[in-house]
Structure formats: C-alpha cells, structure tokens
C-alpha cells in the first residue's frame, strides 16, 4: 500500500499524543471534561474496567458533557456512477468469454454532505453543499417521480417527507428540537468558512445547546483551510455564540476522525451508491431518462443518511474506538499498529530466529558491493526512524516548535493546520484569530503601500507629461527621453514593450497618441483625500513648477522655451540665466 509522506511525518506515536492532550486540556478547560488524580482503563461505555477488557489506554480524562462535544466532517459524492466501486465486495455472474458490465449514469455533479455528529452518538444536523453559483428551492424539497401526489397542484405541504413527493433531506433531532437538513451552495461544491459559519448559525437559531450553563459547544474539526478564514474564526470566538473549536493532527484523520470512520464515511457511500443504482434502474424500467439530476440528491443522501449517520449504536463505536467518549477519553488512536509502531523504544515482536555465526565482525564485508549498497540503505533508514520515533524525536520536536512560533509571531507564513499543529497548538481561540487578523493587516497594509506608490509614480509621470506638454514642441524635436515618457503615459496593459530606437518610439506614439490620459490608480480608503478637496486639474489647466539642473554651457534660447513652459531652471552659470530671462 502506498504510504504519503506527509502522513508519515506527521502520524507519529509522539505527534499524535500530542494532539490527545491539547484537546483533552481544552475540553476540560471549557468544563466538558474532568481530569482524574489517577488514569482509570474504560470499556466502550465510560466504565471503569480492568485491562483487560478495556478499549484504548488508561487515562485521567474523562467526558462528562458528550451532547456538547460535536464532530463533523465532509463526504465528497457525485451523481455520476463511473467512479463508483462494488458495494461490500459484490459480484456479478457473466459469460466465460465476457467480462460483466452495467450501465452507468455520466451526468456529473458534485456535491459535499457534513454529518454532525454529538459525542453521545446521536446525528445533529445533516448539511448538503451543491456545485452551483446559487442555490434553487427544487434542490431543496428533491423530487421522488414514483411517489404518490396527495391533494392538488397548491398542496405542496401534504407532499412534503420521506416517501412523498419532495422528500427533502434528512432531519434530526437533538436535545428534543427538530433540526431540518440545511442546503447550500458554493461554485466547487466543497465547504467555505462562510458556509460553515451559516451551518453555526442555524443549530444556534434552534438554541439546540443551552449556554446558560455556562457551556458552550465544541466542534472538532480537521484542519481544512476554511477554518482558518478570518470571518469564521471572528464568529467562533464572538461572546454573544461562542463555539469552542478544535482541529486534529494533520494528515491523521484516518486514524483519529469520526467522520473517516467506515460506521459513517464508508457506509454512506456505500448505501448512496446502492441508492443510486436503485434510482437509474428503477428510471429505466419506467421510461424515464437514465440519469441522476439535482433533484434527486437530497433523496439519495436521505437513504444513504440511515445507513450511516443516524446510527447511534455504529456512531458510539467509532467515537469510542477514536479515544472521543462518549465518557472515555482514551488516547485510542495511540494503539493503532502503524501508529504504535512509532513509538519510541517500541520493538516490535517477531518469530524470527536468530542464527549463530563464528565469523568475526572484521571479517564482513560491510562497504563493498551489493553488501556495501545494504548496509548504507539500513543506517539511512535507522538514521530517518530515529529522527521521527527514536532517540531524537522529542529534540526535533522542540526545534520544530519553537521555528514555526517564530513563524506564527513573524507572519512570514500563511496559518495553515500544519503552522499551528507544529507549534503545539490545536484550539482556534482568540490567540490564532489574532494571529489571522494581524497578518491580515500586515497584508493589507502592503497592499495600501503598494497602492501608495503605484500613485506616486502615477504622479510623478503626469507632472513631466505636464511639463513636456508646456514646452509647445512637436513630437518630433522631442529626445528619447521625452518620447519615453508619453509612450508610457498612453501605454495600456497589452501593448508590447517600448521600443529603443528613437525612430520606432515616434512611429508608436503617432500610434497610440489618440488615446485618453493614464488614469490615476485607485487609493487605499485609509489614505484617500477628503471629498471636499479640490479634483486634480486636467493635464492642460495645470501649472507646474519642476527644478531643472543645467549645464554651464546651456544654450540661451532652449533656456528661454523651458522658462516659458513652465521650468524654474537652476543653472550653474547665473550669467546664462539672466540672458535666458532678457530672451524672455
């Protein structure tokens, strides 16, 4: 099986525990969790058992409010049946000499279902995120073509629900209110920090958790970068909804998210993929076209959801069995082989028997030849294996810490979960909202500076296009250097570059002449003038007054034309400015 790298990084026994123990302090921070004096071994319920029997590893954390501890993760579908795989391992019987095939649906449309899901096993809410620019109300209510109408063409609400006409999606409840499917929308069908703040902002127009208690609700998410935007971290953290959140080891979530777990991603995609074939058949059978439409997502995602995510019992399991409760706190994760095996000092049994050689290690080749080639590889592996899981792990940790503390200080990189993870931080509280906004600021803020000097430079340009249109030459006295800077008062954003000979430079300006004056570059809203100050004046109503240096040896009538167009000329020789002032 092939392995990511950066999972192999990350999914170590040292980074994982890690991980259990910023989330753990943070639940009993906000009064979810309780720290034990003494770790206690659990079963699958929260009961304190002996080893033997237990389920993870012994810990002093134990979850005492589960219904607030929410996860949620997003499952990615389509309503095309080409990537689709077989259900369970199924089979299908065909000819000797033939190969078994079945018809496909090809309509392709994305879509993104989160299942929220409470630490007691129980759904909260079911959301679906459409591929499409805005959201239609048919998507919403879904459409059963099979289904018997009730009433008449206005009596849309008899219609309404599971087995009816517009099934709609899956509801739940929890904490005994209704919570109805929530619909969106985004371009990629995928989910936005926006949208997961209007996911938040429905459960709490509900009042499913009741903060009087002094409670607030804790989402634990993986490190997707819509958690990172500015404008959902400002709503998690805003006093009026607080929503504790944390995210998980990056590049773990097979290991340690509920919703990777096969009780709820494998199922739902194996039960939609059921559903959809059902559908297209069925379709097929009636005459209908053999496609899978918009219409039909929040039907197939409704039959998918009681396969998977409305499954109490499957659902405490994979809570449990990913050291999340529903009591038991129980760094379950830490006993995966492939993560245990990353522990350092672990040694791993095996049945291999050693052999007995009376040859002296001098003796072995160990440099040349293919067992030269061996050997170099194990001391390379070994040299790696120490530096993730052996003698200096607990040293690169450190290192890698205190570096991206530096980073998160310095705002020289983009917050990111691997960023925060590295510096041991794993809550999205007001600490990382105001790294988000500071770095934000200091992005702006370059931006205004660039903007800034884009208009200085606009300004300097139109001050000697003013000065070169006061002198009343014609294009072709002008020297290269004032030919340079019309072409590039009337240069657009296409045009190839100027050219360098001065023939050429006259051929384009002739060409381009005709058009407007460069307009001036937007300001930044904190620098803008007063709306009561004065306009610029247009380029011929202006008046400039620019010092020129020049040269001893200056010829009195050149002189004179610059005075006249405008030019406060400083001269070397005062002589020759007092001719050019009398030539005036």
């Known amino acids: 099986m092939k392995f990511d790298t950066k999972r192999a990084e990350w999914c170590t026994y040292l980074n994982m525990k890690e991980m259990y123990d910023e989330v753990y302090s943070s639940l009993v921070e906000c009064g979810l969790a309780v720290k034990h004096d003494q770790p206690v071994w659990r079963d699958d319920a929260g ?6 029997k237990a389920v993870g590893l012994e810990s002093q954390f134990e979850l005492i409010h589960p219904k607030y501890l929410i996860f949620v993760d997003e499952v990615g579908s389509n309503t095309s049946q080409v990537k689709d795989g077989n259900v369970g391992g199924e089979k299908y019987l065909c000819g000797k000499q033939s190969r078994p095939q079945q018809r496909a649906a090809t309509k392709d ?58 099934p709609q999606g899956p509801n739940c409840t929890f904490n005994g209110k209704n919570v109805p499917c929530f619909c ?7 989910i936005t920090g926006e949208l997961l703040i209007q996911m938040l902002q429905s459960m709490d127009a509900l009042q ?8 607030n609700p804790f989402l634990l998410l993986d490190g997707h970068g ?38 709820q991603n494998g199922c739902f995609k194996m039960a939609l993929t059921k559903a959809k074939q059902e559908l297209v058949s069925k379709k097929n059978e009636s005459g209908l076209e053999y496609t899978i439409n918009r219409e039909d997502i929040v039907g197939l995602v409704r039959k998918a959801w009681k396969s998977s995510f409305e499954r109490v019992d499957t659902n405490r399991q994979a809570i449990s069995r990913r050291g999340w409760g529903p009591k038991a706190l129980n760094f379950a994760a830490l006993c995966h082989p492939e993560v245990l095996a990353t522990k350092p000092g672990f040694a791993k049994k095996t049945d291999m028997n050693t052999l007995d050689t009376n040859v002296k290690p001098e003796e072995l080749n160990l440099s040349k030849g293919l067992s030269g080639t061996l050997v170099d590889k194990i001391c390379l592996y070994k040299t790696k294996e120490s530096e993730n899981s052996g003698t200096n792990a607990v040293e690169r940790m450190r290192k890698r810490k205190a570096t991206a503390e530096q980073h998160l200080k310095s705002h020289d990189k983009r917050i990111t979960a691997g960023l925060i993870a590295a510096a041991g931080k794993f809550h999205l509280g007001e600490d990382i909202r105001d790294y988000i906004r500071e770095r934000a600021n200091e992005k ?5 500076e660039k903007q800034l000097q884009k208009k200085n430079e606009y300004d300097e ?28 008062w009337f240069k657009r954003d296409g045009d190839e570059k100027i050219p360098s000979k001065k023939q050429d430079q006259l ?28 306009p610029p004046l247009p380029l011929q109503q202006a008046a400039p007054q620019i010092d020129l240096e020049l040269d001893d040896d200056v010829d009195e009538q050149e002189l004179a034309q610059l005075l006249v167009g405008g030019f406060h000329c400083q001269a070397v020789n005062h002589v020759t400015t007092l001719a050019a002032l009398e030539a005036v």
């Open 444 to 448: 702006e803020r370059q931006q205004n």
């Open 47 to 52: 009961e304190a058992v002996n080893e033997e």
């Open 184 to 190: 969106c929308s985004s371009e990629s069908g995928s």
């Open 208 to 215: 499913l958790f009741d903060r009087s208690t002094g409670l």
């Open 461 to 488: 340009l139109r001050a000697k296009v003013l000065q070169l249109k006061g002198l009343n030459l014609p294009p072709d006295k002008w020297t290269q250097t004032q030919l340079r800077i019309m072409l590039r």
């Open 109 to 166: 449309t994305h879509f993104t279902v989160l299942g929220f899901t409470a630490a007691t096993g129980e759904p909260v809410m079911c959301a679906i995120i459409f591929a499409a620019k805005a959201l239609q109300e048919q998507w919403k209510l879904g459409f059963d073509p099979f289904a018997k109408c009730i009433g008449g063409e206005n009596d849309i609400h008899l219609n309404i629900g599971e087995g009816k006409v517009y």
């Open 226 to 263: 819509s958690r990172f935007e500015l404008e959902y971290l400002e709503y998690i953290n805003s006093h009026d909804h607080k929503w504790e959140c944390c995210i998980g080891l990056p590049y773990g979530t097979l290991y340690w998210q509920i919703g990777d777990s096969s009780e």
């Open 507 to 534: 051929a384009r300006y002739l060409e381009i002449c005709h058009r407007e004056d460069l307009p001036p570059p937007d300001i930044p809203l904190a620098f803008q003038q007063n709306q009561d100050d004065p």
